[in-house]
């Protein structure tokens, strides 16, 4: 039975998931000492299709970091989820149909009703 030295990253990674940055970094430094592909992917436990990825983005891009996600954009922004949330919890008996009109009104954006269950959602 043969033993593999395994790096300090060993962790067996559900399918779909996107690797650490570390992860990414090692990979990287193991192909620049001359390491193939396949021994790399058996190092980390990784498919060989992801090493490949990995080091594909770092010859084009110049950096391991993953691109962009898809998915629609956020309607607001970080500091306007906080102020939408502290009103939410000062008004914790407000109708959503008027926490919605009171968004609206502060921010200028049109905000759904969906939406704003969302953030009450979240908000606890």
Not at 94 to 99: D, K, P, R
Request: charged residues 25%; aromatic residues 4%.
């Amino acid at each position: 039975m043969l033993y593999r030295s395994l790096s300090v990253l060993s962790v067996s990674r559900a399918r779909g998931r996107a690797s650490d940055l570390a992860v990414r970094n090692q990979i990287i430094q193991q192909l620049q000492n001359g390491i193939c592909q396949r021994q790399i992917g058996r190092t980390f436990r990784l498919a060989q299709s992801t090493v490949c990825s990995i080091i594909k983005r770092f010859t084009t891009a110049g950096n391991s970091s993953p691109g962009k996600a898809p998915g629609r954009k956020l309607t607001l922004t970080d500091q306007e989820v906080r102020l939408f949330r502290r009103h939410i919890r000062k008004n914790r008996h407000m109708a959503v149909a008027a926490l919605v009109t009171a968004a609206r009104q502060s921010f200028g954006k049109a905000i759904s009703v969906t939406s704003t269950r969302r953030y009450i959602k979240r908000c606890g």
